[in-house]
């Protein structure tokens, strides 16, 4: 007897693409999953039905005109084909015998990318915290680093390495844009591996990436901003991230990819997967970084790049950069609001200047267009430049919008002084 679930059904592969077309075809009710496992199934399509709604209608759109609030981008349609693709042959990278090909896919995306960061070459990784502790773990077994020094701002992946690995963690202040300055840093850094963060979660900041030459490791989290290298206009951003040890990006951000997807690259690859390679007597070749079995992530970012280029990535990016500074003069010209910097990366902070307005301001604003954010304490929105479908006047008048004065709708305007 044989099993047809593993075979093609052209049919029920067809209603899939269906639902995908037109998500809010019919009007499916939310499933109401079963409390325990099911002991009989209700077949595919029965199953897919169930599951639309929730994994189609009701996904936000992060590809819609208003969406702006996430570092969460939308994905190209070419990702969604191959990760069909590598879903149905599921390749190992760990086993060559089972990937013969998607492990030189992986090579030649990294090697695509790691020279746009001063880079030789690394692996790929289901994301930047993943990333992040893989390059803190190499630097560990590379150059016997105890501690991990960071900014205030860095992300909490960091501390998350630091408490994995062992290592003693150190925050350090920022200076008033959010950014690591020299005058700020530990005196002694010849046991440490200085984080620098470049494009901070909470406001987008870059650290001066000149920082470090006297640590015995510098990593550079990029995971938000590293792709703004793809851009002629906007890689000097990131001048200087050539001089670290190691890199972090996450593809699944402003790479466009669907998660999860992303990236550690080294300075000296070899020496650095070396260091945190296995290889068990079963393996053929050995097991590098931290996971074992792992599927051909690389396949739908290299789909994407071979298909729109790094100019065409680069549009994307700088299309979505184009909308935030103008998000950000919006902002920055409206009396009613206060913008807390320039963005340097696409992260737009802001706040009404009545901040007794906050709560009610941000249930003004267009659903899912703002995130809220706490810096130093203190509540802000957000907005991020990961679509680069975002109509961005209509977000605009949304905003001016919800501080029109009392009469219309919306929130007062704080009174002149
Ligand atoms: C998002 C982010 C991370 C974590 O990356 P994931 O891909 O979500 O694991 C790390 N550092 C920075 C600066 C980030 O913005």
């Known amino acids: 007897m044989t099993f047809d679930a593993f075979h093609a059904d052209a049919a029920g592969l067809r209603f899939a693409l269906e639902r995908l077309l037109k998500p809010a075809l019919g009007s499916d009710p939310t499933p ?18 169930e599951l639309a709604p929730a994994l189609l209608a009701q996904a936000a759109d992060l590809g819609a005109p ?13 990702s969604w084909a191959v990760t069909l693709w590598t879903a149905s042959r599921n390749q190992n990278l760990l086993h060559p015998t089972t990937a013969p090909a998607a492990r030189g896919l992986e090579r030649s995306v990294v090697d695509w ?5 001063g880079m030789d070459g690394g692996h790929m990784t289901p994301g930047s915290t993943v990333a992040n502790l893989t390059a803190l773990w190499a630097a560990r077994e590379c150059r016997g680093i105890r501690r991990a020094v960071a900014s205030e701002d860095a992300h909490l992946s960091i501390r998350k ?40 979660t909470s406001r987008g900041a870059v650290d001066d990436l000149g920082l470090g030459d006297d640590a015995a490791w510098v990593h550079v989290d990029a995971a938000w901003a590293g792709p703004l290298r793809l851009s002629a206009r906007y890689a000097a951003t990131l001048d200087g991230i050539g001089r670290a040890d190691s890199v972090a990006v996450s ?41 074992g079995s792992h599927g051909a992530t690389a396949a739908p970012l290299l789909a994407t790049l071979l298909a729109y280029g790094r100019s065409g990535l680069a549009q994307w990016i700088d299309q979505s950069m184009n909308y935030a500074e103008r998000l950000a003069d919006a902002v920055s010209t409206n ?26 301001a941000f249930d003004a604003l267009p659903q899912g267009s703002t995130s809220r954010i706490m810096i130093l304490g203190e509540t802000w929105f957000r907005n991020v430049a990961a679509n680069p479908n975002v109509d961005i006047d209509q ?6 919008d919800a501080f029109e004065p009392a009469g219309r709708r919306g929130i007062n305007p704080p009174a002149e002084e």
């Not at 990318?113 to 960061?117: D, H, K, T």
């Not at 997807?261 to 931290?290: E, M, R, W």
């Open 32 to 49: 109401s999953l079963p409390a325990m496992l099911p002991a009989e199934g209700i077949g595919a399509e029965r199953a897919l039905r």
């Open 66 to 78: 208003d969406a702006f609030a996430h570092m969460d981008p939308p994905t190209p349609w070419i």
């Open 113 to 117: 990318l790691a020279p746009l960061f």
């Open 161 to 200: 390495a630091a408490d994995i690995l062992g290592l003693d963690y150190q925050s350090v202040p920022t200076g008033a844009d959010g950014g690591l300055r020299n005058a700020d840093m530990p005196s002694d850094l010849s046991d440490a591996c200085l984080v620098l963060t470049a494009g901070t």
């Open 251 to 291: 593809a699944h951000k402003w790479l466009f990819q669907p998660k999860e997807s992303a990236l550690v690259l080294f300075k000296d690859t070899a020496a650095s997967h070396a260091a945190i390679s296995y290889g068990d007597n079963y393996l053929a070749v050995p097991n590098v970084g931290l996971l």
């Open 335 to 360: 009396r009613s609001l206060e913008l807390l910097a320039p963005p340097q990366t696409g992260v737009i902070v802001w706040r009404p200047r009545d901040t007794a307005t906050l709560g009610p």
């Open 395 to 400: 977000l605009i008048a949304g905003i001016k």
